[in-house]
């Protein structure tokens, strides 16, 4: 079987960034009035009112980090997002592997779990804020509802697929119902839990966030917020690019505690290999 031709990191990288400068350049020509004269926003500067402009953005940032502003603001939107992404996880996973291996339960269950994932949870923010008030925990109970689905279907769906011939053997084996949970079922449901939490990451994200939009007094959601309200969209894109930019190194620390729990199982190119 014909193996797939490694990939060489380094020159990866040097189009990774040559593609973000590409991005950038353009941006950058695109809402200066003057670089492209017959641009249709350029007579009257409308690109950067309503693009912005990198420089700005940048400068903002800069300024927001060097000057203090954003670090407050920034404390609370990572623990709330922290909070809801730890919450979300450990339930989706407890109850994904209880109904995962409790036929009836789960048969009980399934038209209520289906409504409640078919359910726009960000519906339910108003009424988090009245049982939780505007603080931390009513964000942190919207990034919950919106981080637990998606664990949980994961970890129902890993721990159904494990293999029946699997389960015979080590039954046969004597292995007894506490052996299979930690030697079969968790292996099973953990490689489709690490699946779903790179994007349980910007889910918590979003909860955090949508929750400071709608009632917050700190908060880079509330930063936002207030930038929007006096149509400041260079201050906008610096909120959205410091919340990219936070959920990126989340999701890349998940990414090592993945590698550091899964070294069991093989990479892709050696089950090609086999």
Known sequence: MATRPRINQVRLRVYQVLLLALVLGAWHVLTQPGLLPNFYFS???????????????????VDWFVGGEIYGHLWITLVETALAFAIGSISGLLIGLWLGLSPMASAILDPYIKAANSMPRVVLAPIFAVWFGLGMWSKVALGVTLVFFIVFF??????REVSPNILANARMLGANRRQLLSAIYLPSAMSWVFASLHNAVGLAFVGAVVGEYLGSARGVGYLILQAETTFDINTVFAGIFVLTAFALLLDGAVGVIERRLMTWQPRAAETERT
């Open 43 to 61: 007579a009257d500067n409308r690109a950067a009112f309503f693009f912005g402009e990198p420089l700005k953005v940048a400068g903002r940032i």
């Open 154 to 159: 994961n970890v129902y769906q890993g721990v």
